[in-house]
């Protein structure tokens, strides 16, 4: 099965509650995405109105560095894609797709 999901909020919520990406009780994992043939999620990172300036930015780039390391230490489940072609690789590796939105 192919699936294309364009919003999640997991990994914000893995950085908030110091939970992992593979496993955890939030709506996605890696592991429960297993099924998928083809599988390419975007990470959203969510920024509270509160945070702004440097804090906002601060917040932002923590996160996005969880999801990055995260994503390292599972190297054979999933791939951090920024192109078409990593896209394109990560489907023909059998590995699934991450990509971070803000």
């Not at 110091?18 to 939030?26: E, F, I, R, S, V």
């Amino acid at each position: 099965m192919d699936y294309f999901d364009l919003h999640c909020d997991t990994a914000t919520k893995c950085f908030d509650e110091g939970k992992h990406l593979a496993q955890n009780d939030l709506a996605l994992s890696l592991e429960r995405t297993r099924g998928y043939e083809k599988w390419a999620q975007f990470f959203a990172v969510w920024i509270d109105d509160a945070r702004r300036g440097e804090s906002a930015f601060d917040y932002f780039r923590g996160t996005a560095e969880f999801l990055q390391r995260e994503l390292r230490e599972n190297g054979d489940a999933a791939s951090f894609c920024r192109t078409g072609e990593e896209l394109k690789s990560s489907a023909q590796t059998g590995r699934r797709a991450a990509l971070l939105s803000i």
